[in-house]
């Protein structure tokens, strides 16, 4: 019998996101802006079919959107009706078993997402959540005035982005945060950094809040050196996708990931890729009639992604997005000295 259980690696955001047993694919609770938000994006790669200057489509930073979930439905058919847009056109996807709902009789429908942390052993994350304004054109006046506040009051108004949170591996850095700024978890394997942390960093000292993140304890200087490199790289190939992409988002985030164990850096020789592969490229179950080893994803050692679209528009004709790219131009910034 499959399982559903809450995810556990995640570094900020609501509670009620699943993801399955092999952890494969998340769960989210659905969002109509959201969901219309990787209909379109999707949309307009397949028709635009626009060959920018070699730039990364902004689809390829975000996770792979498989399908919405009606809870209780047999959910190959959801799928089957809205995965057609992924190229290769099988049923790939199979979700037995999914839990229904209480019997209150209320159909709760999730956004059925690639699971980023998927292959990675040890996932550290970080949610960065970009744009100095906080708010769409829907927010109620009492949102319109909190969320000005949290703006003027934190890095996102100066630098256009906030750390919103991480869970990493606990490491000589964090045993120094504030008791208030976060919680071990895991028998304190882990520690979990909320929001509140990233609240109260200040242009001083946030370059300080990254070098916590990277500051794990089991990998070597080389490899610690690596990913800061590497993450910087991502961050200039997203500025120009940025650039490209006539879209306005509000509180979205990039989120990076990178592998904490030192056995998986060994296995694959050091050897990262700067983009992600594709998401669906393991081998079709039945055909192999095996045990339960059969999908093996191909996990990079580290990532980026874009996440989290509730308050995000397609908008042709727009130009780009001036509220995210001062948030990415600060990164850049920052993590040119991190690299040095
Ligand atoms: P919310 O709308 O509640 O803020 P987000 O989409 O921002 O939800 O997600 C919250 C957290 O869940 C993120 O910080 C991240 O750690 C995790 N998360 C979100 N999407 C994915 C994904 N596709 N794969 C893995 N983890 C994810
Ligand atoms: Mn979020």
């Not at 980026?304 to 509730?310: E, G, K, N, W």
Request: proline residues 3%; charged residues 25%.
């Amino acid at each position: 019998m499959a399982e559903y259980t809450e995810l556990e690696h995640k570094a900020a955001g609501h509670d009620g996101t699943l993801t399955d047993e092999q952890g494969l694919l998340i769960f989210k609770p659905l969002n109509e802006q959201e969901l219309q938000f990787y209909k379109d994006i999707q949309q307009q790669q397949l028709t635009d079919n626009v060959e920018s200057e070699g730039d990364i489509p902004l689809e390829s930073w975000m996770p792979a959107y498989l399908g919405v979930l009606d809870e209780g439905h047999n959910v190959s058919e959801n799928l089957a009706k809205d995965v057609q847009v992924i190229d290769s056109g099988e049923d790939l996807i199979n979700i037995p078993n999914f839990p229904t709902s209480q019997d209150n009789g209320t159909s709760n429908r999730f956004l059925v997402l690639q699971n980023l942390t998927a292959g990675f052993n040890k996932p550290n994350i970080i949610d960065i959540k970009l744009g100095k304004i906080l708010y769409d054109e829907n927010a109620t006046e009492d949102k319109k005035q909190r969320m000005t506040k949290v703006s003027e009051t934190t890095t996102s108004g100066s630098l256009g982005f906030r750390i919103c949170g991480m869970r990493i591996e606990s490491n000589k850095m964090t045993s120094t945060l504030d008791p208030n700024h976060h919680e071990f978890q895991s028998q304190g394997e882990y520690v979990f950094i909320n929001k509140m942390f990233g609240r109260t960093r200040t242009v001083e000292d946030v370059t300080e809040a990254f070098e916590t993140y990277f500051a794990n304890s089991s990998l070597n200087e080389e490899r610690r050196n690596h990913l800061k490199t590497i993450f910087l790289q991502r961050l200039q190939l997203f500025f120009n996708t940025i650039l490209n992409s006539e879209v306005r988002m509000i509180s979205s985030s990039l989120l990076f990931i990178y592998e904490g164990d030192a056995s998986r850096w060994d296995e694959q020789k050091d050897e990262d890729s700067l983009i992600a592969d594709e998401f669906i490229d393991y081998e079709d179950e039945e055909s192999q009639d095996s045990d339960s080893d059969d999908i093996v994803p191909k996990a990079p050692l580290s990532l980026m992604a874009l996440i989290d679209f509730a308050h995000s528009k397609v908008t042709k004709g727009a130009g780009y997005d001036e509220n995210v790219i001062e948030g990415v131009e600060s990164l850049l910034s920052i993590f040119s000295k991190l690299s040095d």
